[in-house]
């Protein structure tokens, strides 16, 4: 954990706005405070307000295993991560793994979709009720010292989605489908564009079948290569981000 | 599974040279072949000796599960992946699931070390033995449809690796510390290196010490950057080499 992150209501409003605010801890983020960065009275951390400003909290004192900070917060948020994810819904075990990852990485939302290689008993497990997503995006935040917690949206019918709820999920930009077999890199397709978003499609294992990327074309997704290698959705995901998020910071 | 990977020992010495030879699977790899290709006589899959050749199988028969295969070899033999990783040793857990990515993701070798912030147990764990690795890294090249098995060396002794041994496992090319604070890109000094290999290193949680850092300026490493956001190591391992593959591909 690099950044603790606070939600809204732990800091009181009238204290978010002014130079300094209180905030007293217990559980599992007192635990970390004073096991792993074993703080005392006076240490300096990083915190957050969840979709809020960064900040430096100073620990004020220590008693019960309740840690109390005066946390100074800085006057911008920082924008939301310009690239967003379109994935075919993973296995469970999967996704539960990639949720804290995305969000290190980076991504404004996440829409999962269903898709004909995506099988339908995938949408009827907890790894997709923010009960169990909601702390792991928080993990990757906290890892990645970002405030932004990605949206989340969760399609069971992918040409309902395409058709009829895309284009108010993601308005402009680029739409990039990430496919083993096309020539054209994802990075020169990213390096090329001029657009402001990025929303970036990756399938299932096995891939789109036809129709589904013939619909995503027909919506107006371009398509990028991924190299000779055919990877796991888990490692495409990270690898993918990875690439897309590089490949904007080169060029500006 | 991409591609079934054959032992050279199953594969006759006279059959392998010629233009066809004959192989039987049984076990799970015909059961792959079976159950999730659903192969029948005539089928043809992608077939690989290992550190061999690739190739085409044709199924000619199917008898209580096992699987005859005529296959047909090409001549040439891949080259291994140019990019080499020096990496701290992760926890048992995280070090498991990374044998396949990173075989999948492509690297020569991986030069397991001990660095001050690894845990000393780390080392003890089955995950560090051939008969736990070497079975993830041919799952991670079926994956990726490679035949070159990375090498493997383990190092507990950090001083001694760096100074005494790793001129020998990699005498030349770039070699790249991936630091969170480094201003340069890790992709673009890859872009502008005009050296064959890369040795790309990255630390433990919580980074090198002064001491580590230090000696690897010394020994010739390069810092660069990894971007703003710090990613757990399993993360930062598979966005580093998607990115180090992907700025080679671009320049190439």
New interface residues.
């Given amino acids: 954990v690099?950044l603790i992150l606070l939600e809204p209501a732990e800091v009181s409003e009238r204290a978010a706005e002014s130079p300094g605010s209180r905030v007293s801890l217990s559980g599992p983020r007192a635990n970390h405070l004073l096991k792993v960065l074993k703080v005392a009275p006076g240490s300096e951390v990083r915190v957050g307000i969840l979709d809020g400003p960064c900040g430096i909290g100073t620990v004020q004192s220590i008693v019960d295993g309740t840690v109390a900070l005066h946390c100074a917060f800085e006057a911008t948020v920082p924008s939301p991560p310009r690239v967003d994810l379109l994935l075919a819904l993973p296995r469970p075990k999967v996704m539960r793994?990639l949720w804290?990852?995305i969000a290190?990485?980076?991504v404004g939302q996440i829409i999962l979709t269903n898709a004909e290689r995506v099988e339908r008993n995938y949408f009827d497990t907890h790894v997709l009720t923010p009960e169990c997503y909601g702390p792991l995006l928080i993990d990757g935040l906290q890892?990645?010292?970002?405030t932004r917690r990605p949206q989340v949206s969760i399609h069971k019918q992918f040409k309902v989605l395409i058709e009829d709820h895309l284009d108010t999920l993601f308005p402009s930009g680029l739409r990039l489908l990430a496919e083993p077999a096309a020539t054209k890199?994802?990075?020169?397709i990213v390096r090329e564009s001029g657009d402001d978003r990025i929303l970036l499609a990756i399938g299932p294992e096995g891939g789109w079948n036809r129709f589904e990327t013939a619909l995503l074309r027909a919506h107006g997704f371009q398509s990028g290569g991924m190299?000779?290698?055919?990877?796991?959705t888990?490692?495409a995901c990270?690898?993918?981000?990875?690439?897309v998020?590089?490949a904007r910071?080169?060029v500006r």
Same sequence: chains 1, 2.
Wanted: charged share 20%; proline share 6%.
């Fill in positions: 690099n793994r804290a990852q290190a990485l980076g890892q990645a010292r970002d890199p994802v990075a020169a190299g000779p290698r055919t990877l796991r888990d490692t990270v690898a993918l981000l990875a690439i998020h590089d910071i080169n």
